[in-house]
């Protein structure tokens, strides 16, 4: 996560000092997750890599009524798309029970995109106010609050009926005209390229001993009697814990195994290509199933892998 999530977090505070006239602040997902849930009226925006936010956008709109409510934009410099959050819902197909509210949704952000304000807020009054009246597909439907419990064709004929009209208990939506800036920011800028300079190699193994404990100095030393061409062997991790070298025999092992190669005169010290290869050239003679490998680059001289 400092590696990736890092980074993430890096380039969001550099663009957030472009608009100090927003207030940004940050939160691990786990803790964002639950103060989601607990005070989402504190959240406007939230900025996320692609998994949380697939996530987070689905706990949101189930805290607003139900997931089939929310619809999505996705927007490029040159090309826009709009679907609902949940994807295609296949095992509602044919049955008259999905909520259309979200490809609804979608629709509407499309039309305030392609600059039809006056349809879209048109469009949008009449959803809140079939909403208001208790017109509830089932994943809505609440005894008591609801009024009638209908199919996605009926809801959608609900909304039809009540174009024109808007709510009078929730808040009526109000487009603007989508007003395109002349002198605007693309929407992604080409960084300088940094100094990549390769000082390393993870090798991943295949590698099994029918026991899942104390077999890490086996291979620690098979390995190890590979060093050579001026790569050496620094360590050998298993699940994310170091085995080898001073590993513990009370570790819980599996048969994946990741072997780290740096340069013999020291780590963050420069290897070619050629030593790489020939080193997968031995691990092959050796007989090992080497499954992936992954080189080691620092960037502008910061390490770019995880210790």
Same mark, same amino acid.
């Given at each position: 996560?400092?590696?990736?999530?890092?980074?993430?977090?890096?380039?969001?505070?550099?663009?957030?000092?472009?608009?100090?006239?927003?207030?940004?602040?940050?939160?691990?997902?786990?803790?964002?997750?639950?103060?989601?849930?607990?005070?989402?009226?504190?959240?406007?925006?939230?900025?996320?890599?692609?998994?949380?936010?697939?996530?987070?956008?689905?706990?949101?709109?189930?805290?607003?009524?139900?997931?089939?409510?929310?619809?999505?934009?996705?927007?490029?410099?040159?090309?826009?798309?709009?679907?609902?959050?949940?994807?295609?819902?296949?095992?509602?197909?044919?049955?008259? =029970?999905?909520?259309?509210?979200?490809?609804?949704? &979608?629709?509407? #952000?499309? +039309?305030?995109? !392609?600059?039809?304000?006056? %349809?879209?807020?048109?469009?949008?009054?009449?959803?809140?106010?079939?909403?208001?009246?208790?017109?509830?597909?089932?994943?809505?439907?609440?005894?008591?609050?609801?009024?009638?419990?209908?199919?996605?064709?009926?809801?959608?004929?609900?909304?039809?009926?009540?174009?024109?009209?808007?709510?009078?208990?929730?808040?009526?939506?109000?487009?603007?005209?989508?007003?395109?800036?002349?002198?605007?920011?693309?929407?992604?800028?080409?960084?300088?390229?940094?100094?990549?300079?390769?000082?390393?190699?993870?090798?991943?193994?295949?590698?099994?001993?029918?026991?899942?404990?104390?077999?890490?100095?086996? =291979?620690?030393?098979?390995?190890?009697?590979?060093? &050579?061409?001026? #790569?050496? +062997?620094?360590? !050998?991790?298993?699940?994310? %814990?170091?085995?080898?070298?001073?590993?513990?025999?009370?570790?819980?092992?599996?048969?994946?195994?990741?072997?780290?190669?740096?340069?013999?005169?020291?780590?963050?010290?420069?290897?070619?290509?050629?030593?790489?290869?020939?080193?997968?050239?031995?691990?092959?003679?050796?007989?090992?199933?080497?499954?992936?490998?992954?080189?080691?680059?620092?960037?502008?001289?910061?390490?770019?892998?995880?210790?």
């Amino acid at each position: 996560m400092k590696q990736t999530d890092g980074l993430f977090h890096r380039i969001f505070d550099e663009i957030s000092k472009e608009y100090s006239n927003i207030e940004a602040d940050h939160w691990i997902v786990d803790i964002g997750s639950a103060k989601l849930a607990d005070t989402p009226e504190n959240f406007d925006v939230i900025v996320m890599p692609n998994l949380y936010g697939d996530v987070l956008s689905d706990v949101a709109a189930q805290i607003a009524g139900s997931v089939g409510l929310a619809g999505s934009s996705n927007i490029g410099e040159k090309v826009a798309m709009f679907e609902a959050i949940h994807g295609s819902a296949p095992r509602r197909a044919g049955q008259n =029970l999905a909520n259309p509210s979200g490809l609804f949704l &979608g629709a509407v #952000l499309m +039309l305030v995109h !392609i600059n039809q304000p006056d %349809v879209a807020e048109n469009a949008h009054n009449a959803w809140l106010r079939t909403i208001e009246d208790g017109i509830h597909t089932y994943d809505m439907f609440k005894e008591g609050v609801s009024t009638e419990k209908v199919g996605t064709k009926e809801f959608a004929e609900a909304v039809v009926s009540r174009l024109g009209q808007k709510p009078e208990k929730l808040k009526p939506v109000s487009y603007a005209a989508n007003v395109v800036a002349t002198n605007s920011k693309p929407i992604c800028t080409v960084r300088e390229p940094q100094k990549k300079d390769l000082v390393g190699v993870d090798i991943f193994l295949d590698w099994w001993k029918g026991q899942y404990y104390g077999v890490a100095n086996e =291979l620690g030393q098979k390995v190890e009697a590979l060093n &050579g061409e001026g #790569l050496k +062997l620094q360590s !050998i991790a298993n699940r994310g %814990v170091k085995v080898y070298p001073d590993g513990f025999p009370d570790t819980f092992t599996v048969d994946h195994w990741r072997c780290r190669f740096i340069a013999e005169d020291g780590e963050g010290n420069a290897v070619s290509r050629q030593q790489v290869i020939s080193l997968l050239q031995r691990f092959n003679e050796s007989g090992f199933d080497v499954i992936k490998t992954e080189n080691l680059y620092n960037f502008s001289n910061a390490r770019g892998y995880s210790a």
